[in-house]
């Protein structure tokens, strides 16, 4: 183990040590406050481009296991910890080259991305190898997460059969989608197909439904896969998730914009408007549909009044921000998925 550091572009270095891959890791630093799941965080696509530190104290204690993959690779850049709980956990990491760090003072850590917003930054497995101040310079080239259009880096580059047997028939758009996301069609009762984030309106307007999946970047850059969704609506039944709720919003006139310092854990408070019921939600972005009166926001974030749900009737299109797939997370949101999935066999 080696000496490392994590350093802000803003000229703040947090001293650490190295328990993982050799190397300099890149990206914007975030972080989650999910006590647990951190297998699905770091496998999670939404996290590309992404240095991510965890707000509970030990982190890896329970083990790793594939069947908690949300991918087939890690797509967090880096991991930040308070400590390391686990061998195994730290050795998975480096198999797959992720830079991780312990003994980073966390909890000042969050409390300067609160104060300061998602910045840029660099993980640095050796001190020695790479000191702060050519570390700076190195992280105010990087590009900032603002603009960046990242879902052609993480999508599927062809349709693929995630299950053929279903009662219903459900295309996913793939923008960065996690597995749990097919799995728990699959339980429902549909046979999913997965599609490019390119996939050709007509294409997935045969289908029964279409989901629109998580993703990471910034959504407005996005305007081929806007135009697509726009096109796609009234012609078959449309489920929004997180990057796909977004996109949605921006095909029906709404605005996005970029978080200070994100939504991230498993605890987020989210009113259901019509019902007056809070759901504590998964969810993983840090950009966001700005708060709206209009009658199809149909659920709004406790934090900010965020928009973190759409309903259109007349389009046979919904969306939420948050995670009903839960995975990992509260179950306070599962019904959506399977509530969708029968709607598409009454239909």
Known sequence: MSQGYLALEDGTVFPARSVAAPGVAFGEAVFTTAMTGYQETVTDPSFAGQLVTFTAPMIGNYGVDDARLESSHPWAKAVVMRRCGGLAWAQWLSSHGVVALEDVDTRKLVLRIRAAGAMRAAAVADASELDHVAALELIG????????????????????????????????????AKTSIM???????????????????????????????????????LQAEVEAIRSLLGRTSVLGICLGHQLLGLATGHTTYKLPFGHRGANHPVLERATGRVLVTSQNHGFAVAPSDAREATYVSLYDGTVEGFDYPELNARSVQFHPEAGPGTHDAWPILEGWVESLEAA
């Not at 059969?161 to 960065?176: I, L, P, S, T």
């Open 141 to 176: 080239q990087q590009p900032a997460m603002e603009g960046q259009a990242l879902v052609s880096a993480v999508s599927s580059v062809a349709p693929a059969v995630f299950n053929e047997d279903g009662r219903v028939r459900v295309a996913v758009v793939d923008y960065g």
């Open 183 to 221: 799995r728990r069609l699959r339980q429902a009762g549909a046979a999913v197909t997965v599609f490019p984030h390119a996939a050709d309106p007509d294409d997935l307007a045969g289908f029964d439904g279409v989901l629109l999946s998580n993703g990471p970047g910034d959504p407005e850059p």
